[in-house]
Structure formats: structure tokens, C-alpha cells
């Protein structure tokens, strides 16, 4: 069983930054690519950034120079800082966790008001 757990969502006016973390838990391995993707309304769910055990990513374009991701293998735990966050990166933000199959977070939500 693997778990997730988001944190750090919220309301930001455009042009302001956020960092989202994601704690794992469970029968999980260091080794596991780790990833975030999001949802916005009537949206259906797209990645963002994911992460490989040796630190190696891959970020979708729109959020290319924006957006970094990271891991600390130590904590379990995955990061997404935000910057120049614009009004159409509003979503659910989801972690995930793939291990022959994807586990989910339950999501966070961000608001960027314009």
C-alpha cells in the first residue's frame, strides 16, 4: 500500500510563487519515479513535472522555466516550486508515485487570482 499526502496549495496573485510537497508513505522504494500533474474544471488531468530516482526530469511546456521539481530521497518527499504563477495555472495539483502502477495524492488546490 502506498500513500500520499500533498501540502502547500493555496491563493497567490499572478506573478507570485508556491512550493508543494508530497510526503510518501508505505511500501514504497527511492528508486520510484515520483511526478505532479494537475486538473483544472472541465480540464482533464495533464503532467506537469516528474522526477526519476537519480534526479533526472521532465516538465511539460507550459511550465518550462516556471516550475522546478525536486526530491528528497531521505524524507520520502517530492517538491514543486511555483514561480510567476499565472491565473490559468489555477487546478488541483496531484502527486504521484509510480510503481509498476501510478498511486495518487488526494490533491491541493491552487488558486492564482489575476
Known amino acids: 500500500q502506498v500513500q500520499l499526502m500533498e501540502s502547500g496549495g493555496g491563493l497567490v496573485q499572478a506573478g507570485g510563487s508556491l512550493r508543494l510537497s508530497c510526503v510518501a508513505s508505505g511500501n514504497i522504494f527511492s528508486i520510484n519515479p515520483m511526478g505532479w500533474y494537475r486538473q483544472a474544471p472541465g480540464k482533464q488531468r495533464e503532467l506537469v513535472a516528474t522526477?526519476?530516482?537519480?534526479?533526472?526530469?521532465n516538465y511539460a511546456d507550459f511550465v518550462k522555466g516556471r516550475f522546478t521539481i525536486s526530491r528528497d530521497n531521505a524524507k520520502n518527499t517530492v517538491y514543486l516550486q511555483m514561480d510567476s504563477l499565472k491565473a490559468e495555472d489555477t487546478a488541483v495539483y496531484y502527486c504521484?508515485?509510480?510503481?509498476?502502477?501510478?498511486?495518487w495524492g488526494q490533491g491541493t488546490q491552487v488558486t492564482v487570482s489575476s
Open positions: 504521484s508515485l509510480n510503481r509498476g502502477t501510478t498511486y
Open positions: 522526477i526519476n530516482s537519480l534526479g533526472s526530469t
